[in-house]
């Protein structure tokens, strides 16, 4: 850990990953949330599958793989939400196939690619060690818009994913909502994209709210603290990785893991332990009353 | 009178099952009816297309003097079951200032797409809605901790704090027991001072208590006074294997 903080302090390419990772827990805190308690981590799996297209196609023309990135993120999420919008008997076949046919792209453009062959391993797992610096300013952007559009319409947003039957019947454009709060998941994605990778960036996007929904029961709150854990965990996973020279997302996520598993036991014990002296009062209540 | 609901030779079908045929019913400012019919009869479709939630193949239905969807902020809906999760991270007075968006709003989609903040008014509107409904004290637990019958009581003041012109409940005590049953029943008479009410209900001879007119669904609609409901009608609707309670107006 000291070998990593003296480094940290040596090294811009630390630096930038250390930004990189707290400026992706911002996302992953907020949207990680929505994703949590609307229980969508399988639409928001397909969408972060499907991204490898869109990366795979900047790659074969020449461009930054982020800039393929988050178009295709977004087409896919406009993809899947109207899927799940409209053909809700078949939402798990198409948004499998949307996942598939998307990283099929991806692959095929790659294997293509002329010159130089890109990583595929570090598009799949991520290397937040390779994060360049200009990408960092997309990632300001991009987190100053995701929480201006959620501070915004938190109230809509709220109704949508609490009750979308009841939201219509306030007149809110639930399908609207609906699509620009993928939009906003697919967004997220690609930010974290670069620390995790997209295949294990599911974990992140839904590991920090999960822990923070085992303790806060507020919207709000739940935000606030997976957002905090999702920058703990990203720096803490890379810091771990750093001195035995593993590679970071998958330490990452293996740490967020760990750090579920542990806070759902607990959540368990604590919520066990609260039913069984709720029902000790209870029958001590019982007891007095007698004659 | 006026007429806040109108509706001619309505007709709907869920896929290639005719559901509803040829509906029409007419609800008059200041009624409390009653919809009964057995299970999947089309009450509660006839709510949904009321609402605006549904669209009808074929038919004319107006609400207020406008389509169902244009109407529907001004209508307060208590659903059967609650289409969210018990689990949900959201207090009782979270739920209830959901009820407040699209409130005054008036105009089409630029107007549903401004951001809205919570106003005091709001905070106010609630506040009353739960009072009214005898939920004042729990308006800071979580949903999930409640029982049916608190639930029932704060999906009321959900469908309340928007002041609808109209109230919708369906089958709003199903999931209660009795005492409850006829305490929800005494509020919905209070508030019928002020409003509008229709209920679903499958407990034609409880709900004929309260109401002033019952509609009988199944998939074709007969209205009747509650004077009028007796075994030959019950016996109509359902079959004759119905036990009847012999009750008093």
Redesign the interface.
């Given at each position: 850990m000291e070998g990593f903080l003296q480094a940290l302090s040596q090294h811009t390419f630390l630096q930038t990953a250390v930004a990189a990772a707290l400026l992706s827990s911002i996302g992953c805190g907020v949207m990680g949330t929505y994703v949590v308690?609307k229980?969508i981590a399988f639409i928001a799996g397909g969408i972060a599958h499907s991204v490898l297209g869109g990366m795979g196609a900047a790659v074969y023309f020449g461009f930054n793989p982020i800039y393929g990135a988050l178009p295709a993120a977004i087409v896919a999420a406009l993809l899947i939400g109207w899927v799940r919008l409209n053909w809700r008997t078949q939402e798990d076949t198409l948004i499998s196939a949307l996942w598939a046919i998307g990283m099929a792209i991806g692959v095929l453009f790659i294997a293509k690619a002329p010159g130089y062959q890109a990583d595929l391993m570090s598009y799949l797992f991520g290397n937040i060690l390779l994060v360049p610096s200009e990408s960092l300013w997309l990632m300001v952007t991009l987190d100053a818009m995701l929480l201006a559009i959620v501070a915004?319409?938190h109230?809509?947003f709220?109704?949508v994913v609490?009750?979308?039957?009841?939201?219509?019947?306030?007149?809110?454009?639930v399908g609207?909502f609906y699509l620009l709060l993928l939009v906003l998941v697919a967004v997220t994605v690609v930010l974290m994209i670069q620390v995790v990778g997209l295949i294990l960036v599911l974990a992140l996007l839904t590991l920090p709210a999960a822990v923070a929904?085992h303790y806060?029961?507020?919207?709000g709150r739940?935000m606030l603290i997976a957002t905090l854990l999702g920058a703990g965990l990203s720096i803490g996973g890379l810091a771990l990785s750093y001195g035995p020279d593993l590679p970071s997302g998958p330490t990452i996520i293996l740490l967020a893991g760990v750090v579920y598993v542990l806070s759902a036991l607990l959540a368990q014990g604590l919520h066990r332990r609260r039913a069984r002296l709720a029902a000790e009062r209870g029958a001590g209540q019982g007891e007095s009353r007698e004659p | 009178m006026t007429t806040v609901i109108e509706i001619r030779s309505l007709n709907f079908a869920y896929g290639s099952v005719p559901t509803l045929s040829d509906i029409d019913l007419q609800v008059t400012e200041g009624e409390f009816l009653g919809i009964v019919g057995p299970n999947a009869g089309g009450k509660s479709t006839l709510l949904k297309l009321i609402?605006?939630?549904l669209q009808p193949q074929s038919g004319s239905l107006r609400v207020l003097g406008r389509s169902p969807?244009a109407a529907?902020?001004m209508?307060g809906?208590v659903?059967q079951y609650?289409?969210?999760?018990r689990d949900?991270?959201?207090?009782v007075e979270?739920?209830v200032?959901?009820?407040r968006?699209?409130f005054g709003?008036e105009g089409g989609?630029w107007r549903?797409?401004r951001?809205?903040?919570?106003s005091s008014d709001d905070r106010d509107a609630v506040r009353g809605a739960l009072e009214e409904v005898e939920a004042g004290d729990i308006c800071k637990r979580?949903i999930g901790s409640l029982s049916g019958g608190q639930l029932q009581r704060v999906l009321l003041a959900?469908a309340l704090v928007?002041e609808p012109r109209v109230l919708i409940l369906d089958e709003p005590t199903a999931n209660i027991d009795q005492r409850l049953e006829g305490e929800i029943f005494d509020l919905l008479k209070t508030l019928n001072r002020r409003m509008t009410i229709l209920v679903v209900s499958h407990d034609v001879a409880f709900i004929s208590r309260y109401v002033s007119r019952v509609a009988c669904i199944n998939r074709t609609l007969v209205c009747h006074h509650t004077d009028a409901v007796d075994g030959a009608v019950i016996a109509e609707l359902y079959g004759d294997k119905v036990r009847m309670i012999a009750h008093s107006h």
């Open positions: 308690v229980r915004a319409y109230r809509q709220l109704a609490f009750d979308e039957e009841f939201a219509r019947q306030r007149g809110i454009p609207f929904g806060v029961h507020s919207i739940m | 609402l605006g939630l969807r529907s902020r209508l809906y659903p609650p289409s969210f999760p949900f991270p959201i207090t979270q739920v200032l959901l009820g968006l699209g709003q989609l549903a797409l951001p809205s903040r919570t979580q959900r928007s």
